[in-house]
């Protein structure tokens, strides 16, 4: 069954880096995209970008632009996304999605100082 | 402040329907068949009810539809069941604009 293995929960320092892998199995990889999408404690669900598993195209949030980068690696269908720059406001739970029909588990971030 | 509006809250008995509605506008929600919705349970991911409007993905009870009118989406469920109670979260596709998906705030649905 198609299923996305996220890495383990993070703590950061306010303007650290944080990069959180994404595991595909059970489709070809290369033949979806992966979105990723953040969901702040009690709030909704904010989109964040995507990237193309296929050729690399990437789509980032305008808020996003210039702190985040969506990579995958297609040897091991395994994507990732790194936020620069962290902010106690992007503590949240950080999901990756293929093409935004099947969701991992989410990773939490924390940052704190 | 969301993209998409969706009431806060819902609530019915079980048995009953409901409906929770998604407004948007003609640049997302008006001009595009690809709306969808997900059922969130508290501590889990996102999970897909309905997708491209109307249509369900394998596995998900037909007591859910989707309907769109102009601007607003709509989920219905029907026949609600106690493991209906989460929060439920439309999409849509928003074209060229930044940023192509945008989501509604969520509507908390209690089943009493």
């Known amino acids: 069954q198609v299923q996305l293995v996220q890495s383990g929960a993070e703590v950061k320092k306010p303007g650290a880096s944080v990069k959180v892998s994404c595991k595909a199995s059970?489709?070809?990889?290369?033949?979806?995209?992966i979105s990723w999408v953040r969901q702040a404690p009690g709030q909704g669900l904010e989109w964040m970008g995507w990237i193309s598993a296929y050729n690399g195209n990437t789509n980032y949030a305008q808020k996003l632009q210039g702190r985040v980068t969506m990579t995958t690696d297609t040897s091991t269908s395994t994507a990732y996304m790194e936020l620069r720059s962290l902010r106690s406001d992007d503590t949240a739970v950080y999901y990756c999605a293929r093409e935004l029909d099947v969701w991992g588990k989410g990773t939490t971030v924390t940052v704190s100082s | 402040q969301s993209a998409l509006t969706q009431p806060a809250s819902v609530s019915g008995s079980p048995g009953q329907s409901i409906t929770i509605s998604c407004t948007g506008t003609s640049s997302d929600v008006g001009s595009y068949n690809l709306v969808s919705w997900y059922q969130q349970h508290p501590g889990k991911a996102p999970k897909l009810m309905i997708y491209e409007v109307s249509k369900r993905p394998s596995g998900v009870s037909n007591r859910f539809s989707g309907s769109k009118s102009g601007n607003t989406a709509s989920l219905t469920i029907s026949g609600l069941q106690a493991e209906d109670e989460a929060d439920y979260y439309c999409?849509?596709?928003?074209?060229?604009?930044?940023?192509?998906?945008?989501f509604g705030g969520g509507t908390k649905l209690t089943v009493l």
């Open positions: 059970g489709y070809t990889f290369t033949s979806y995209g």
């Open positions: 999409c849509s596709y928003a074209g060229s604009s930044t940023p192509p998906w945008v």
